[in-house]
């Protein structure tokens, strides 16, 4: 029984061994014959690759890793699973550009032109683009800085980045940040993994084949992060010129000089930004376009464009200036111009349908025709109303589709003191409304508002538009002005509107969005506006045919708030006004005499 089991062993180990020989055996015949035919496939792949080697123009550390790399690929059998994880490594060493710059066109002129063609207005990017290539002119050397273009959606921050590019004659290259949550999409992944690439980044250097392209890294404030590590961080050495002439990437295991890289960023908000990447980056504010921005873009590239896209001719089509006022106004509510387009195409395609039909041969668009295409009205701008009854002023607010209006109304009742506020605001603007009842407490006298209106009477504040969420310190100034209107029962003068923080103090403290706020300003027919002076620096930005005959002034404090913004004669007597029984007293206060209860809600 033994023996057998020997036997039986023998036997096996002779078969396996010879079936390894016969195997051997003809692959070194298939080598031989390969041979004999030029077709050693192995030899030849890595016999290009040292070809490409010599041929490439390479740093001396690269060039010694890719040789080593090289050795190593020459003696490895080209079943072996390490051939292609090899092979791979060497190609991406030869197909990056290590040493290969495409050359600037450093033509201000002609930049300016290409920046003119593609984008209407934008004048701060243009401007600090011009200044790039100029100091690049002067300085060959200089490091390229990294911008962060950043507004409201549909103004073309993603489509400057071409015109950028094509304005330096230089690769473009743009990928979306927008939801990438692993940190290995920016840095790549360690070859040991099956299937690892490099990053995004490096990825991108070999697409453009140039090492100076302008890369553009859309949507940065959408990146997430979670136990695959935060793609935020493994961006600060990105985008630090400091830094990115040494960029490491965990494939390549090589440094990586990215200083020539035009990076360019494009953000909607700037909060979930975290604060050392928002430091690297220099941001650009593209704020949203006016009236007279979007008539232009429509007539210059959205209505051309939709033209073309919709079958149409130059001849076929004509849209009067009107007509793009009345879609602009009526039809879209938005900082940018997607929308626009949007409805442009609808028009379109109501012409093209009638063509197609055969019912006409060629049209023009008037204001009466644009309801036939796009249905019945819908956006209304709400109208400045000289008003009527104290307690009502006229707010200006910033939205992400652009400026608007805002009425502060404010009214009074018996009662203890209270005060109630509706209209969904936010924590921010609550305060400011405290903020503003105890300065004019603290200044009732001089105001010449009596001590009872605080005591026996609740006020309520509101502001319409109830189911919009609002809030924010810039209504201070207008919530003021509502509550010492009530209060004194003088009427807010004309057609005014106002915007600025309040401090206990009595400053007026600047705001943002103020291009916004006077252009929503301008649209209402309001014919004054009232500013923090601080913000003067932000009104001579804005350009002066926007302006127009708007009048604009600048407040300091609060003392010249009231004085500025209320009728002198007041429509009843305070004292006569707020004057109460002593029945009334009574019940709001104890037997003591002392006020029992004044509760404010949240």
Not at 177 to 193: S, V
Not at 235 to 249: A, G, H, I, K, R
Request: glycine share 8%; proline share 4%; aromatic share 6%.
């Amino acid at each position: 029984q033994v023996l057998d089991m020997s036997e039986k062993i023998r036997t096996k180990v002779k078969s396996d061994i010879d079936d390894q020989q016969r195997e051997f055996y003809l692959r070194q015949q298939m080598k031989a014959i390969q041979e004999e035919l030029g077709e050693d496939a192995e030899h030849q792949e890595v016999e290009k690759l040292k070809e490409k080697l010599a041929a490439k123009k390479l740093p001396e550390n690269v060039r010694e890793e890719a040789e080593k790399e090289l050795r190593r690929l020459e003696m490895t059998p080209n079943a072996s699973p390490n051939y292609g994880i090899i092979h791979s490594y060497v190609e991406w060493i030869l197909d990056l550009p290590w040493d290969e710059y495409s050359e600037d066109k450093l033509d201000l002129n002609f930049a300016k032109e290409v920046l003119d063609e593609d984008h209407y207005g934008l004048e701060k990017v243009k401007k600090r683009i011009i200044e790039y290539l100029a100091v690049l002119k002067l300085k060959e050397d200089m490091k390229a800085p990294i911008l962060c273009f950043y507004g409201p959606p549909g103004v073309g921050k993603t489509s400057l980045g071409k015109s950028i590019a094509r304005s330096l004659n230089r690769e473009f290259e743009r990928f979306s940040l927008g939801g990438i949550r692993d940190e290995a999409e920016i840095r790549g992944h360690r070859r040991t993994y099956i299937g690892a690439l490099p990053g995004r980044i490096i990825r991108s250097m070999k697409k453009a084949g140039k090492g100076n392209p302008v890369i553009m890294l859309d949507e940065i404030d959408k990146v997430g992060s979670d136990y695959r590590g935060d793609p935020t961080s493994a961006l600060l050495e990105v985008l630090d010129p400091e830094q990115n002439d040494t960029f490491s990437d965990n494939y390549l295991e090589l440094e990586y000089d990215l200083s020539k890289v035009m990076f360019i960023a494009t953000a909607n908000s700037l909060d979930t930004i975290p604060a050392p990447l928002r430091d690297r980056m220099e941001i650009i504010n593209i704020s949203g376009y006016t009236l007279e921005e979007k008539t232009e873009i429509a007539k210059k590239y959205l209505i051309p464009k939709q033209i073309e896209e919709n079958g149409l001719k130059k001849e076929q089509i004509n849209i009067d200036d009107e007509s793009i006022h009345m879609i602009i106004d009526q039809y879209t509510r938005e900082s940018g111009v997607r929308n626009l387009e949007r409805q442009v195409a609808g028009v379109c395609r109501g012409v093209a349908a009638k063509i197609a039909k055969g019912e006409i041969e060629e049209f023009s668009v008037t204001e009466n025709d644009v309801e036939e295409f796009l249905g019945k009205q819908k956006y209304f701008s709400d109208a400045a109303e000289r008003t009527t009854v104290p307690g009502v002023a006229t707010g200006l607010a910033w939205t992400p589709f652009g400026g608007d209006i805002l009425f502060i109304e404010a009214s009074v009742s018996k009662g203890s003191g209270k005060l109630n506020i509706t209209g969904q605001l936010g924590d921010v603007m609550k305060e400011s409304a405290m903020l503003a009842i105890s300065y004019l407490k603290a200044h009732a006298e001089t105001v010449g508002i009596p001590e009872e209106a605080f005591k026996y009477w609740d006020l309520h504040i509101h502001v319409p538009a109830g189911a919009v969420p609002k809030d924010g310190p810039s209504a201070g100034v207008s919530l003021m002005s509502a509550i010492a209107s009530i209060f004194t029962q003088r009427k807010v003068k004309g057609t005014i509107a106002l915007t600025g923080e309040i401090t206990l103090r009595g400053l007026v403290l600047p705001v943002g969005g103020i291009k916004e706020k006077v252009l929503a300003a301008k649209r209402a027919g309001i014919k004054q506006v009232f500013l923090p002076k601080k913000n003067e620096k932000d009104v001579a930005e804005i350009e002066k045919e926007v302006i127009g005959n708007l009048k604009i002034n600048y407040l300091e404090r609060m003392e010249e708030l009231l004085d500025h913004m209320l009728e002198d004669k007041a429509e009843n007597d305070p004292k006569e006004f707020f004057k109460v029984s002593d029945a009334h007293k009574n019940s709001v206060t104890g037997k003591n005499g002392k006020q029992e209860m004044v509760s404010t809600s949240k």
